[in-house]
């Protein structure tokens, strides 16, 4: 993968305001143009299993990272990244329950935790929005609209379960320039996985999503299935491990690394 | 464009054949790899609207190669063509009626005359089949189903009239694959310009194609619309040069351009 290791001041800024416990909101449309990241931090005891479960489904599970057991440090997603305290909010998780959604998560932290950072739709999403193909959610303000599929993930030691897609109406014109522009980022979940008929891959009802927002679908176009971030969320939700912490949704790792950079010709 | 000018011995003994009177049938499936393509011939003081209207339309009329005025030879295509003998047939129009269907144009040759060689879909289908994706007319053995659109070409002097596209049903996921597969031969069509509802591009009845046979859409696939050759030879029709030569449908120039070298990545 290219990699941009320089560092970049304006993300750099983000996750110190974070750190700071000043930034404790959303990261959408902070330092545009870098790479935004899903965080999974699990024990050193299912980190095995869950890399596997990445390995083998990389449309949904794009790992850009992981860290060393215990370390904060994530020196391929930036500088001085410290994943304990440069996310605005986290969710922190005890045998499946939510326990707290704090804005730093040192309190929690432990020897054998791993971090697992993995690409977003916001870098897909900018290389659309470049191309003027309408994002709808972005349009409408809403969360994407996000479905639990009948497709099921390769499962690996104790993960499995369905594929989440995230969905966007497009004219079928900008659907096909919308699969080329996306076909330009496989580590940031890459081409569509479907489009048309919500039925084909066990969606009953397009206008109710199982996460996120409903969104307008207009006439003429058709709705276009992305692999979604959130399939790593629910397959480590269905396991309730002992202690897990994820990022709260939309606030995610701002990186160093450029969404220009992820394209891969 | 990269252009590969090494003589292919398969290439070349196709159109020597061709050039011998031995061979007078369509040339699907022969010298496999290697580039066909659709011929237009036209007097000279038609040739300069001509290749303004394949610049403007390069889609329909992805132009490999024209001619200088009165000579036979296409030195980018291949090694000794004389464009007067190696198509197994022809097709000869004056003033708009096809006048003979010779497997040689010597006879009807002007020191005028200009050709031009367009990409032909047979390129993007060999890359489709190597990705296994289905490629119905081909396995129905009948031509490709055609079809007038409601969309307009640019116009370019008396050259005008609507985009022909060609069809091939896939199912979502195969008509992805298809997108970036054929994406990949922007000299060859490239990319399809339409998938699913056929009205919208002002088709009305997807199983009485105006070129070419109707083939099966099975369930679960959609029509998927690239871009057809046959665009500019509509478009020539429609102006009834005083003087015209084509290729016999199916009848192509087999160069020593090797398909896989039309991928632009």
Excluded at 215 to 227: Q, S, T, Y
Aim: aromatic share 8%; with cysteine; net charge negative.
């Amino acid at each position: 993968m290219n990699h941009d290791t320089q560092i970049n001041d304006a993300a750099y800024q983000v996750r110190l305001g974070a750190r700071a416990g000043e930034l404790t909101g959303p990261t959408a449309n902070l330092a545009p143009g870098r790479v935004q990241a899903n965080l999974a931090i699990l024990p050193r005891a299912l980190a095995d299993d869950f890399l596997l479960f990445c390995q083998r489904n990389p449309k949904p599970c794009p790992l850009l990272a992981m860290s060393e057991p215990g370390s904060p440090a994530l020196p391929e997603l930036g500088h001085d990244i410290d994943i304990r305290t440069d996310i605005p909010r986290y969710r922190v998780w005890k045998d499946g329950q939510l326990i707290a959604e704090p804005t730093d998560v040192r309190d929690f932290w432990r020897d054998d935790l791993v971090s697992f950072l993995i690409g977003c739709s916001f870098s897909f999403e900018e290389a659309m929005q470049e191309n003027d193909l309408p994002v709808r959610h972005i349009e409408q303000r809403r969360n994407v609209p996000m479905y639990r599929t009948n497709v099921p993930t390769q499962a690996a030691g104790v993960f499995k379960g369905p594929l989440v897609v995230s969905m966007r109406p497009l004219k079928a014109a900008d659907a096909i320039r919308a699969i080329q522009v996306t076909s330009r980022f496989p580590s940031v979940h890459g081409a569509p996985v479907h489009f048309g008929e919500p039925a084909e891959i066990g969606i009953s009802d397009i206008q109710r999503p199982d996460y996120g927002d409903a969104v307008d679908i207009l006439p003429g176009e058709v709705p276009v299935f992305w692999a979604c971030g959130v399939t790593p969320q629910s397959v480590v939700a269905a396991v309730k491990p002992e202690f897990c912490i994820t990022h709260a949704p939309g606030h995610m790792l701002v990186t160093d690394l450029l969404n220009s950079r992820m394209a891969v010709f």
